[in-house]
């Protein structure tokens, strides 16, 4: 349910196989154009998402989305070229049916011809660091810069508010995987601790709100006292390490 607040994380894995529509604030503009499957995943994890001839799209509401912006995701993309992207998109980019990347700099289209041909039939990792105060993004392949100091598209848009994946195939769908946006570099990020106040739902609990964790079982945190792991096994309740015996 919305509003969809970064950090934002998506492996698929803890959702129903089958139409996306509806998971975890996912949209489709056809019917089961998004489906969560087990057949071909990112890593050995158990789901990923497939798609085929639909818009797959998430929106955000995050009034502090007006900085630095981090996207990351794992595809098996199909070649494509950039057709009809929408005028209020900021970033934009493809894998063309040479397989180099062609990316939107403002409005001018540019193919990557002196970076990699992505493969079709393996995973890639796709990165994209937005700034809204400079209107530049960058592009990442495998976590290697390969298109840097590009121009928004939109001239208007200041906040983050949407993520879309497009696939026109009808033959043959794009798979997608560990999708991560949030408001910090999240590859750096890794093996670190961020607290973010204030991003609760807060018309759910109301306030002084405090939790020792004493009477939970242990597991998943998932289900106790409004707390929500993503995914679901990041959160655990254990007994070896506690504050104060």
Not at 37 to 44: A, H, L
Not at 74 to 91: F, G, Q, W
């Amino acid at each position: 349910t919305a509003p969809w607040m970064l950090m934002f994380s998506d492996t698929f894995d803890d959702s129903d196989t089958g139409d996306i529509q509806g998971q975890k604030g996912w949209r489709a503009t056809c019917a089961y154009g998004g489906r969560v499957q087990t057949g071909t995943t990112y890593g050995g994890s158990a789901k990923a998402c497939a798609i085929s001839n639909t818009v797959l799209r998430h929106d955000f509401s995050d009034p502090f989305a007006t900085n630095e912006l981090w996207s990351e995701f794992y595809a098996i993309p199909i070649r494509a070229d950039l057709d009809n992207v929408p005028l209020e998109a900021t970033v934009a980019f493809c894998v063309y049916t040479t397989g180099y990347i062609k990316v939107l700099d403002g409005n001018t289209e540019r193919l990557l011809t002196n970076g990699p041909v992505i493969p079709t039939n393996s995973w890639t990792k796709f990165g994209v660091r937005s700034n809204y105060k400079t209107r530049k993004w960058n592009l990442y392949v495998n976590n290697a810069a390969v298109a840097t100091n590009l121009g928004f598209r939109s001239g208007s848009t200041t906040c983050f508010g949407r993520f879309d994946a497009v696939e026109t195939s009808i033959n043959l769908p794009s798979y997608l995987d560990n999708i991560t946006i949030s408001r910090f570099n999240p590859t750096q990020a890794l093996g670190g601790t961020c607290i973010q106040i204030d991003e609760h739902m807060r018309s759910l609990y109301s306030l002084p709100f405090t939790d020792t964790f004493e009477g939970y079982s242990a597991g998943t945190i998932n289900g106790y006292g409004g707390w929500i792991g993503s995914p679901a096994a990041s959160a655990q309740i254990q007994t070896s390490v506690r504050y104060g015996g």
